[in-house]
């Protein structure tokens, strides 16, 4: 029961994070806006007027992909890429918190999990040429145009 516990905890840390892009996203795009969270197979698809949401199996990893507008400026498009990783951190915070009231090692794991998880962020990666870029290399990217 306690890794299924885990496992819920972990898919919750990965739709904070994509939430957070998601919340400045929906500012800075008229456009749908397609979200996936998690990686490997797909077991979820739900589609609205302004949203395409995708859930896969594995709690790491997902994106944001909507029509970027030009004429928006760069502290626009600079929020949308610090939201996850501020949202990951937010909510190392309050499972930290948690953890500290009632002693249950699953939110030291959790909260743990998201610390790692935005530092893994905000870290400038890019992995192969137009692959998998971090926040942190976009916000990189961004700041040296």
């Known amino acids: 029961m306690i890794l299924l516990y885990a496992y819920l905890l972990l898919y919750l840390s990965v739709s904070m994070h994509e939430l957070g892009h998601l919340i400045a996203a929906c500012f800075y795009s008229n456009e ?11 077991f979820l698809y739900l589609e609205s007027k302004m949203i395409n949401l995708s859930l896969c199996l594995i709690p790491y990893g997902g994106f944001i992909a909507f029509e970027e507008n030009k004429k928006k400026n760069k502290r626009s498009k600079l929020l ?4 996850g990783p501020i949202f990951s951190l937010m909510l190392f915070l309050v499972l930290a918190f948690i953890y500290y009231l009632s002693t249950q090692e699953v939110y030291l794991f959790v909260g743990i999990y998201n610390l790692a998880y935005f530092f ?5 990666n890019k992995d192969g040429e137009d692959f998998v870029q971090s926040d942190g290399y ?3 990217k961004l700041l040296r145009e």
């Open 32 to 42: 749908k806006i397609s979200v996936r969270i998690g990686s490997g197979v797909k």
């Open 138 to 140: 976009k916000i990189l």
């Open 120 to 124: 893994i962020s905000i870290i400038p």
């Open 80 to 83: 949308v890429y610090l939201m």
